[in-house]
């Protein structure tokens, strides 16, 4: 879609105020429009009942314009109209590939003829996901795989997403209400993962389940990249955006710049196995001074008693 724009845009003589445009693929009220900078932005047209006023916003690599008269040049012919413009500040054509990705998971999520509330409603995700791009990555590389893995073998993966908890400050991975997962993923050959001692061990009675994760680094195996397409293919329309937005939030700035690794899916799915944290061997609170925090260590768990009751593909119910 965005060589036919580029094509359009070759063929138009435009200028700073008018978006080049081809109406978005299956949609006939919307457009994917550039501007003579080479920038892309979704052209969202529609109705507004209740007359609501929006704030538009302004950041690094996104603007958010509601409800603004436009003009178009569609074959060469101009058109003036009023739409809510979604507008990418960048020429980068990785970027630009996944903005017209995320405008087909928008435009699914409202359709052709929506209100102004819902497209309000739905970029509200869209300005998160754009401004994690410019924050630090807030995990390892082997840690989200093995995160996306997990969620990847899920029979209900739209409650493995809805559960799952990215924020830094987070003790815990997933946190359905019914259960609470803390994801270890490791290189080694031996089962040996780091924790924190408020992953393990607290003053409040809590059940938590440590899932461990042994795989290797290999040129055939599967990347960040190919476990989010697989997931978001038996995925809820209204949680892909969610999805993207809580990846993000994980990868920041390293979205684009990251060069993924491979790692192993088989190996991780035969040594997948699950521990109740209090079976896993860990510190005794009582060792140290109530003032004394943020401690962490590395626990064996190969002579600990895994939960061969549990199945692991239907953790999330």
């Known amino acids: 879609m965005i060589n036919k724009l580029e094509e359009n845009k070759k063929a138009t003589l435009i200028s700073d105020k008018v978006y080049s445009v081809v109406p978005f693929e299956g949609y006939s009220n919307h457009f994917l429009g550039i501007n003579n900078e080479n920038h892309l932005a979704l052209l969202i047209k529609s ?100 995160e996306l893995f997990l969620i990847s073998i899920q029979r209900n993966k739209n409650k493995a997403i809805e559960s799952w908890h990215i924020n830094a400050k987070d003790r815990i991975d997933f946190n359905s209400g019914s259960i609470k997962i803390e994801v270890k993923t490791t290189l080694s050959n031996e089962r040996k993962h780091v924790f924190k001692l408020n992953q393990l061990r607290n003053h409040y009675k809590e059940e938590v389940i440590v899932c461990s994760i042994m795989t290797s680094e290999i040129e055939n195996g599967v990347s960040i990249k190919e476990l989010l397409e697989e997931i978001t293919l038996k995925l809820e329309n209204r949680l892909k955006l969610k999805l993207l937005q809580k990846t993000s939030a994980v990868l920041g700035q390293d979205l684009f710049n990251l060069n993924y690794r491979r790692f192993d899916k088989k190996t991780a799915f035969e040594s997948l196995q699950l521990f109740n944290s209090k079976d896993v061997p860990a510190i005794d609170l009582d060792c140290f001074d109530k003032y004394v925090s943020k401690i962490s260590f590395t626990s064996n768990l190969s002579k600990a008693s895994n939960l061969v009751d549990k199945n692991h593909t239907s953790l999330f119910n």
């Open 47 to 146: 109705s507004n009942k209740s007359q609501k006023k929006f704030t538009s916003y302004k950041g690094k690599n996104l603007k958010i314009l509601f409800e603004r008269v436009s003009r178009l040049s569609e074959n060469g012919i101009e058109k003036s109209d009023k739409f809510t413009i979604l507008h990418l500040n960048s020429e980068k054509k990785g970027l630009q590939s996944y903005f017209v990705e995320i405008c087909k998971l928008i435009l699914n999520n409202i359709g052709d003829n929506p209100d102004l509330s819902l497209v309000y409603n739905e970029l509200e995700n869209v300005k998160d996901i754009f401004l994690n791009l410019n924050k630090s990555r807030i995990k390892e590389e082997i840690g989200l795989w093995g």
